[in-house]
């Protein structure tokens, strides 16, 4: 589709007065514009990328034992200080947060796609199909996730025993997390399902999946990357949640949850231990709520800051000709 | 007030005379009650400041009606806002509005509460939403009296509700006191509204499109009641419409807005009959007849209305006029009296100055047909024309198509308590090259056929052929496809009818990609399409939020046109577009069917629009057919007692001939299909009926008359050589009966 555009475009500009913008190079533009946005995407990238290489910042690993610094402050062999147990607390955040935003970006990924197939499917078939997967969802909606994340990850039986903790709880939080949305995206597709220019598409025998692809989808899009940030956060805040009363991620696996409830007992003699993976925590659930903002006004077509957007276009033209 | 004065330097001591000299009692009661002069209104928005209204000025006297006319942004709703002080305090309103010379403007809220709903009361347009759904009727009414007349004893109160209730005309007031809103029907809900407006009997009206969403039988109904309120109370009113029919009849003075600015001001006569403003001109050519055969083109008025951010330099109109020279972008003409030549300076109803345009050739202008300067096309001709009715092939054929929709009761099992006979054994062909429209008020189920032939599904009970494809026989996909592309369809709304994410491109590729056509003949037919339907091909890069309502349409219309359809299916394919836009896609579509050889299925409920376009119209009335036949035939010489109340509902843009012309006005509103009455549908309604001697009411009320032509009209048009098929046919037992006396409205 893009490419067919793509193609007219090229035609059209030698003679065409006004200059066609890419549909994903507005997107960007208007992401960008958003300034808070754009510090939170900034300060997620570095955390990302201090997960993944923040191991070279010290030449400790999070199961080696220094019997010389145990339970010590910030200090040039240990930049953030040891634990009660001697480990070093930056190899235990970088671990820590690599395991958090991994659970993230899995639940929150996996959780759209589901909601997002099975939402349109309950809106596009209708009738009694719409009914049973009605009555699954309420059903899953009302049982208590926190029992069954106590349940799967300590009392569960010897198969589950032997995976890691963090995919364990990822799995369950994967379970319990697609429901909302799937209702949302249901209601949506519903309206949509009604607009004029589905109608067109039906009656112009367009095939089903076609429409819900073409129409459908790319509609409810600006939802589902939304829902999509915002369930990695929610997943984030699950974990550290359910890691802190002791039921989700279980030593010697690490995350922030498992680093922050171990703390809490000692604030006041090992400061350094509770509040760093706070900080760590904090920094990653705020840059993607600054995020969110940004991406609404980028995705929806009907956002204000198409107004706005094209004055400072205007603007940022007159600029570059002065 | 005084911190106003202060503000205005020096004119607040020329102000203030004034305004000494007529507390003095300098101020005549036989003055205008309410004179606005040099109101401007302006808008911050996110673009820059919106300059809404220019300058408008007008004096109302008591038991006048001033007639706004105007396209939408023009500035006329602001107008009316701004002098019941509803405008939000972020406007920045100027000028002044005197009521009996007292200065409205500056006014605090609370001392503007005094005013309004007692001095000056409002009917606004959508009657849906402005009653409060939690309160009775009752209470509303008696609400609107209990703040001005604090006095009032409750027993008082309710008398006055049930007499204004009365009034208005709505039957059993008493009871219908305790009703809540939603007992009652559009129409009932606008006469409450006018109701509680003329209960304190305001000196001002101010209607702001108080007909536009109801059917026509209700705004003949509720017209009606406005000029009884207005006979009653003795109020001057200000009646604002886009439809130049609907205050032909009402008003006494005409003000044509454009741009934020009145372009053309005078009496009645004077701008219906003596236009002197091209924009005036353009607004009367583009509006189609209902009362005559008119076989030329509408004159369309190309562009839009200029943007109001921009300051306007020359006239506002010059971009659209075809008129315009350099001279009339110097600098924007002033409202200036003309001289009607000939015919004497009607003064009878103008307020102030006689007939004003601001035109700088308005002293040219006279006599001068519209369609001549404003370039309107030539009739098409279709190569189908000079073909016989019965020799061309028919297109579409539905026999006896029903839709009925269960209606259930209950919770967990659910009773069927009776069925809705949405479409109720529907018949009729569509041959190639002609229009066949279909009309009726709201809820007779033209929409719904529209939707039963383009599902075209094989479990419809009766038949539909299209293209010689039957329903019954399309069970596999490729019939189904190969029927798909012999019709499309236009939707009413053109924002709704394109994906907001799509690309113009995009838009009219999708029907195409769909039949499997390779890249390059996609674009080549794109380019052709776009020139089709007189957009510019280099548009197709742009999203439809781009374009205007009109232009929307005719990318909906190019996107029905793509595959090559036989058949086009038109929803109310102008109702959403203004007057001077509607036009040019109405030319569009008659030169597209007489080009292409196309034929349309059409709903509308713009009777003016049917007649214009349309070959042949069926009248729909609670699922029925009661009257087809050629649209002239039909409309010139209407059988059906329906037809003929439905077609005396349209108000024509003729003063003269709308004060003086008989008007059926029928009583109560369409009721549900539900309990529809087991003889002829519309006996509860009939006019005919009504005055029917008792003996022959009994066979409506048993029978159900069956849709035929009149046996001697059929026998008569075959001996004209004319073949049966096509006459008149109508499903009444007594046509031409005398109407009911209570029905018939003429205004002296």
């Given amino acids: 589709m893009t490419n067919l555009t793509d193609t007219v475009v090229e035609i059209d500009e030698a003679k065409a007065a006004d200059v066609v913008i890419g549909k994903g190079r507005i997107i960007f533009r208007r992401f960008m514009r958003n300034k808070t946005a754009v510090t939170g995407l900034a300060v997620f990238l570095a955390l990302f990328a201090f997960s993944l290489f923040g191991g070279f910042l010290t030449s400790w690993d999070k199961d080696t034992i220094d019997p010389l610094n145990i339970g010590m402050g910030p200090s040039p062999e240990h930049l953030l200080g040891t634990s009660q147990a001697g480990i070093d607390l930056l190899a235990l955040v970088v671990e820590g947060t690599r395991v958090s935003i991994l659970i993230g970006l899995i639940v929150g990924g996996l959780s759209v796609l589901i909601s997002a197939i099975y939402g349109c499917t309950m809106a596009f078939f209708g009738g009694k199909v719409d009914s049973v997967m009605l009555f699954i969802l309420e059903a899953l909606i009302m049982m208590p996730a926190i029992l069954v994340v106590a349940v799967a990850t300590s009392g569960g039986g010897q198969s589950l025993k032997e995976l890691p903790s963090w995919l364990l709880l990822t799995a369950v939080l994967l379970f319990f997390s697609w429901m909302g949305t799937a209702r949302l995206v249901r209601s949506l597709a519903m309206s949509l399902m009604q607009r004029d220019y589905v109608k067109a598409a039906k009656y112009m025998g367009v095939p089903s999946m076609t429409i819900v692809r073409r129409h459908l989808v790319p509609n409810i899009g600006s939802l589902l990357v939304l829902d999509f940030t915002r369930g990695i956060t929610g997943a984030i805040l699950a974990e550290v949640a359910f890691s802190y009363i002791g039921i989700g991620i279980k030593l010697p696996d690490v995350s922030l949850g498992v680093l922050i409830g171990g703390a809490t007992g000692q604030v006041s003699s090992f400061p350094w231990m509770f509040w760093v993976p706070l900080t760590v925590m904090f920094l990653l659930t705020g840059s993607l709520a600054m995020m969110n903002d940004g991406l609404r006004d980028a995705f929806d077509p009907s956002s204000t800051s198409i107004g706005r957007a094209r004055t400072t276009k205007t603007l940022n033209a007159k600029k570059k000709n002065k | ?748």
Avoid: W
């Fill in chain 2, 1 to 748: 007030m005084s911190e106003l004065s202060t503000q205005t330097g020096p004119t607040a001591v020329e102000r203030q005379t004034v305004e000494r000299l007529r507390d003095a009692g300098m101020y005549a009661p036989g003055d205008a009650v309410l004179s606005v002069r040099d109101l401007n209104v302006r808008f911050n928005s996110e673009n820059g400041v919106v300059h809404a209204v220019r300058g408008v000025d007008f004096d109302l006297k008591a038991g006048k009606t001033l007639g706004i006319v105007g396209e939408s942004g023009s500035g006329k709703s602001v107008t009316s806002m701004a002098i019941m002080g509803l405008l939000p305090e972020t406007a920045d309103i100027t000028g002044s509005v005197r009521f009996k010379g007292q200065e409205l403007l500056g006014l605090s809220d609370k001392a503007m509460c005094k005013h309004r709903g007692s001095d000056i009361a409002m009917v606004f347009q959508d009657p849906l939403s402005s009653l409060t759904p939690v309160y009775t009727v009752g209470h509303q009414i008696i609400e609107a009296l209990t703040v001005h007349n604090p006095g009032m004893s409750s027993r008082a109160k309710e008398a006055r509700a049930i007499e204004l209730l009365q009034m208005v005309g709505i039957p059993s007031p008493q009871a219908r006191l305790k009703s809540f809103p939603h007992e009652f029907s559009g129409g009932m809900r606008q006469r409450v509204m006018i109701a509680i407006a003329i209960a304190n009997d305001p000196r001002v009206l101010i209607a702001d499109e108080p007909t536009t969403a109801l059917d026509v039988t209700i705004q003949a109904q509720v017209l009606e009641v406005l000029h009884a309120a207005q006979e009653e109370t003795g109020a001057a009113v200000v009646m604002i419409t886009h439809d130049l029919g609907v205050v032909a009849g009402m008003a006494d003075d005409i003000m044509v807005m454009y741009a934020g600015k009145p372009v053309e001001t005078g009496a009645v006569e004077d701008i219906y009959y003596r236009p002197r403003m091209p924009y005036t001109m353009g607004l009367l050519g583009a509006v189609p007849r209902v009362d005559s055969a008119q076989k030329s083109s509408l004159v369309p008025i190309e562009g839009t209305p200029p943007n109001l951010i921009k300051p306007v330099t020359g006239c506002s109109f010059a971009d659209r006029c075809p008129l315009v020279t350099d001279e009339c972008r110097a600098a924007e003409p002033e409202l200036l009296s003309v001289v009607d030549g000939g015919a004497p300076a009607s003064t009878a109803g103008s307020g102030d100055g006689g007939h004003r345009a601001a035109c700088i050739k308005s002293g040219a202008l006279l006599d001068v047909d519209a369609h001549s300067i404003f370039h309107a096309p030539p009739v098409p001709v279709s190569k189908f024309d000079g073909v016989p009715r019965d020799e061309r092939s028919a297109v579409l054929e539905l026999k006896d198509v029903k839709k009925h929709f269960p209606l259930l009761k209950g919770s967990l099992f659910k009773r069927r308590i009776g069925t809705v006979k949405a479409v109720d054994g529907l018949s009729f062909d569509i041959r190639e090259g002609e229009c066949l429209s279909i009309v009726g008020e709201s809820g007779c189920g033209k929409t719904t056929t529209l939707l039963e032939i383009m599902e075209f599904h094989p479990e419809q009970v009766g038949e539909v052929v299209i293209g010689g494809v039957s329903n019954k026989a399309a069970t596999d996909g490729k019939t189904k496809q190969a029927m798909r592309k012999e019709m499309q369809m236009v939707f009413q709304d053109p924002t709704g009818a394109l994906d907001p994410r799509f690309t113009v491109y995009e838009v009219l590729a999708e029907p195409l990609e769909n039949l499997g056509y390779p890249k390059d003949a996609i674009r080549k037919r794109i380019m052709e399409l776009m020139k089709l339907v007189g957009l510019q091909p280099d548009h197709v890069n742009r999203f439809p939020n781009q374009f205007s309502g009109g232009q929307r349409q005719r990318i909906g219309i190019a996107r029905a046109l793509a595959v090559n359809p036989k058949l086009v299916v038109l929803d109310e394919p102008v109702s959403a577009l203004d007057v001077s836009v509607q036009a040019g896609v109405i030319n569009l579509l008659d030169q597209l069917r007489a080009e292409l050889g196309l034929s349309y299925l059409m709903v509308a409920h713009d009777l003016s629009v049917v007649r214009h376009i349309s070959n042949r119209v069926a009248v729909m009335y609670l699922g029925k057919i009661v009257e087809m036949g050629d649209v002239d035939q039909v409309f010139d010489n209407p059988r059906h007692p329906y037809t003929r109340a439905l077609l005396s509902a349209i108000p024509v843009p003729d003063p003269e001939l709308e004060r003086t012309r008989e008007r059926i006005i029928l009583q109560g509103d369409l009721p549900t299909p539900l309990d529809a009455p087991k003889g002829c549908n519309f006996a509860t309604r009939c006019p005919v009926f009504a005055a029917l001697p008792k003996a022959k009411q009994e066979k409506c009320l048993t029978l159900e008359p069956p849709l035929a032509a009149e046996a001697s009209a059929a026998e008569g048009a075959t001996a004209g050589g004319r073949v049966p098929e096509e006459a008149q046919q109508f499903a009444c037992f007594f046509p031409d009966g005398e109407i009911d006396a209570d029905m018939l409205v003429v205004h002296a």
